[in-house]
C-alpha cells in the first residue's frame, strides 16, 4: 500500500518538476489574458490601417477585397469544377449544386500531388501542371467537351478589383513558384488551360480558402460571416460593411474581407511577443521576415518550432541528458501531425516516446514529460493567438452592427484545427473569455471550402449570364464606322432631294429656304424685340446693338408655357404668347414703344420673305390646334390685334438653327452652319443659291434650314432603329414622324433610357425585376438627369443619389447598369449628328470645289451643353468622317434670339431702303 503511495507521488512529483521546468523555459510563451486582450486591441488597429485607402499600401495586414458581396441564398444552382490549391492537399473537384431550394450539393474530387519541384519551380510550370490535372480530372469524369465553369480556391493574399482577376501578392506557405508575383494567377491559369484543346473551361471566381471556407458552413448556416483557416497557414475573412471598405466603390451592403492575418506582425507590432524560437525559426523559412504571425500559430511551422525548442533545451541539458540525435538537428523532422500525437489525452504519452525513440533519442519518462509539455504551450500560445485575432473580429462585426450582444457563427477549416485533439476547445474556450458579448457557434466546414467557392461561382455565373443580356441590349446602340459612313451618305442624298424641284415635295429632309442671304457685317444696330419659342424656355427679350462695335446688350425674361397650352388651342397659344409680351414690355417699362420684333419659331416654317412662315406641322412637344399650313406671323399679329393694347412690327421669322448660326456668325465670320441638339434636333447652313432650285436667282448663298430631324421618316435608317426607338416613337406626339430626332435629341434620350430600363427590369436584370410607377412614367429623365449620371467626376453613389430623387429605388451594381445605358444611348446620338454634320460639311467642301474647307459650327442645345461627353463624341465622329473638313464647334453663349434680332436688322435696313427707293 505505502508502495503504491510512493509510486504515485514519485509520479506527481517528476510531472510537476518537469512542468515546472518547461514552464520556466518557455515562461515567454505563455500568453496571459491581459496580453492577448493587448494582442486583440493591435490587430483591431491594424484592420483599420488595411482597410483606409492612405493607410493600406503601408499596412501589413492587407484587409484584401474579396469581391464576394453576399453569402448563399440558396437559389445557387448548377455544375462548376472548382480547383483547391494552396492547402496541405490540392484537388479538383466537380461540383454539383441542386435546383433552387433543396440545398443539396454533391462533389466528386481527387486529389494530386504538389511535389516541392513543381510548386518551387517556375511559374508557368506550375500553372501548366494545375491545367494538366484539370483537363486528367475532366477525361476521367467524362467532362471533356463540356463548356463548364470554374472556381479557383487559391490560399494566397491576391489583390482582386474584380471576382475572376487576383494579383498575388506574394507566395506564402510551401510555395515559391517564380514569376509569378505581381501577376493575375487567373489570367495564368487560363492561359495554361487554353493549351488544352480539348476542354473548355471559365474561370469565373477566385476565392481564397477562408472565403470559400466561409461561403461553405454559411450554405447550411446562415449566420456564418467568418471564415477561419489554423491549417498550413492560419486566416480569417468575415463581411464588412461596404462603407468602411475605403478601396471599392459603393457604400451598400457588405464584402467579404480576406484579412491576411498571417502577415500581422510583419511591421515589428509583435516584436515583444515573438521569442528567440519564433526568431530562428523565421531565418531558417521560405519567406524570412514575412508572415510572423502566421508562423507563431499555423500547421507548417508549430513542429518545428517544437524541434527548435527541444535541441535548445537537449543542448542546455535539460533534455536528453544533453544528447542530440542527427534528426534532432534536421529541419521539419517534427511535424504538427507529430505534435498532435503528442498530446493526445490517452495514447499522448505513449506516442510522444515512440516519436522521440524515431527521431533517434532515448527519452526518459521524465523527458516524455516534458516534451509532452512543450508541446502543449507551443500549440496553447497558436491558439491564444488565433483566439485574439479573432475576438478583434467578432467586435468589429459587433460594432459595425452596433449591437450590445452579437450571434455569429465562424466557419472554420485547417488541420490543425481538424486533427490536434485539444486545439478547438482551447480555441472556442479564449474567445468565449476575451468576447463575452458574442455568442459564437464555430461550425467544421467538413467538405473544405470547394463547396463554398462553387457557390460563389455559381453566382458570378448567374452574373455573367445577366451581364451577357444586358451587353446584348447596348451592343444594339453601337454603331460602326460602316453604319455611320452610311447614314453621312444618306443623309447626303436628302439634302439633293430637298433642295431639287422634283424632288422636294417627296423629301423628307426638307431644305427650307430661310431668306436669309448674308451674315451680319457689324454695321447692324438699332433696339428690338425677339421673341425665341421652341427650346425648353420661352424667352422674350430686348436686344440693343450697337454699330461698328459688335457689341449687344440684352435683356430677357423666361416665361412657361403650360402643356395644356403647348398642346390646346393655337389662338390659346398666341394669345399666351402675346400676353407674356406684355408682361415684359411692361417689365422693361417699353409700353406703347413700337419695336422691330424677331420672332425665334423652332418647328418647321415654309417661308416665301423673311417676314413668312407657315407652319408645316409641330414637332416636339408642341400640337396647337388650327396652325399647320397657318402663316405663323399672321397668327401672332392676330393675336396682338385681339389683345388690342399695343402694336408691334413683326420683321423677321426665324429658325433657332438660323438665329444660332446668326449669334455665332456675329463673332466669327467664317460660321456657316447653325445646329441644334437640344430639345429637338436641327441643322441650317449657307448654300449657294444655284442649288437652291426652289427660289429665283443663282447669285450668292441662302440659309436653308434643313430640318433633318425628319431624316428617316421614309424608313432609309430603319436598320439602326432598335426596338426602343420605335416603342418611343409610338408613344410620342407624332408617331412615324422625326426619326432621326428620336434617336438624337435631349427630349428623347431619356425616354430611349427608360424603355431600355424597363426592358431590362422586365427580363429581371434591374431593380430587383420590380418596375416601379416612376419608371412607368414619361419623360422622368430630363436632359440634365442624363447628363449628370454621366459626369465621370460622378461617384457611384451620387449616381445612386439622381436616381433615388428620380424615384427609383437602385442598388450599386443597378447604378452602374443605368450609368452604362445613358452613355450608349448618348454616344450613339452624338455619333449620328457627327454623321450629319459630316455630309453638310462634305457637301460644303465639294461645292466650292476645294481641297481642305475650314469652317465653323454654331451650336447650342441643352444636350449640347450640359452633357459632359457630347461635344466630344461629336467632334471626333466628324473628323473620322469627314477627314478633309476643319470644322470648329462654337458654342452660342447668348441663345438665337441675339442672332434673331440681327437676322431682323438687316431686314428693316433692307426694307426701309426699298421704301426709299
Ligand atoms: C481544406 C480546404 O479543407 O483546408 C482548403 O479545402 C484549405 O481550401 C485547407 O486551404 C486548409 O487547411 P490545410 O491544413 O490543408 O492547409
Ligand atoms: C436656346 C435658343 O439657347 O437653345 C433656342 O435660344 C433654342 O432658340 C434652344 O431653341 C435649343 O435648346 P433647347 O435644349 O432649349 O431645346
Ligand atoms: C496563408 C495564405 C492565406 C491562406 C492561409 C490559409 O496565410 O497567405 O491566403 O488563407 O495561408 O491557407
Ligand atoms: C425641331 C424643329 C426644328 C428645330 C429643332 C431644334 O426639330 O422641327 O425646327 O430647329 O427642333 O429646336
Redesign the pocket.
Known sequence: MFAVHLMAFYCSKLKEDQIKKVDRFLYHMRLSDETLLDIMARFQAEMQKGLGKDTNPTASVKMLPTFVRAIPDGSENGEFLSLDLGGSKFRVLKVQVSEEGKRNVQMESQFYPTPNEIIRGNGSELFDYVADCLANFMKTKGLKHKKLPLGLTFSFPCRQTKLEEGILLSWTKKFKARGVQGTDVVSCLTKAIRKHKDIDVDILALVNDTVGTMMTCAYDDPYCEVGVIIGTGTNACYMEDMSNIDLVEGDEGRMCINTEWGAFGDDGALEDIRTEFDRELDLGSLNPGKQLFEKMISGLYLGELVRIILLKMAKAGLLFSGEKSSALHTKGKIETRHVAAMEKYKEGLANTREILTDLGLEPSEADCIAVQHVCTIVSFRSANLCAAALAAILTRLRENKKLARLRTTVGMDGTVYKIHPQYPKRLHKVVRRLVPNCDVRFLLSESGSTKGAAMVTAVASRVQAQRKQIDEVLALFRLTREQLMDVQSKMRTEFEYGLKKDTHLMATVKMLPTYVCGMPDGTEKGKFLAL??????F?VLLVKIRSGRRSVRMYNKIFAIPLEIMQGTGEELFDHIVQCIADFLDYMGLKGAQLPLGF?F?FPCRQTSIDKGTLIEWT?GFKATDCEGEDMVDMLREAIKRRNEFDLDIVAVVN??V??MM?CGYEDPNCEIGL?????SNMCYMEEMRNIELVEGDEGKMCINTEWGAFGDNGCIDDIRTRYDKKVDEGSLNPGKQRYEKMT???YLGEIVRQILIDLTKQGLLFRGQISERLRTRGIFE?KFLSQIESDRLALLQVRRILQQLGLDSTCEDSIVVKEVCGAVSRRAAQLYGAGLAAVVEKRRQDQGLEYLKITVGV??????LHPHFSRILQETVKELAPRCDVTLML?E????KG?ALITAVAKRLQQAQKED
Open positions: 425665341d419659342l421652341g427650346g425648353t424656355n424667352r425665334t423652332s416636339k433657332d438653327t438665329g444660332t449669334t441644334i441638339a437640344g430639345t429637338g435629341s435631349g427630349m436632359t447650342d442645345g441643352t444636350l449640347y451643353k452660342s447668348d441663345g438665337s434670339g434673331a
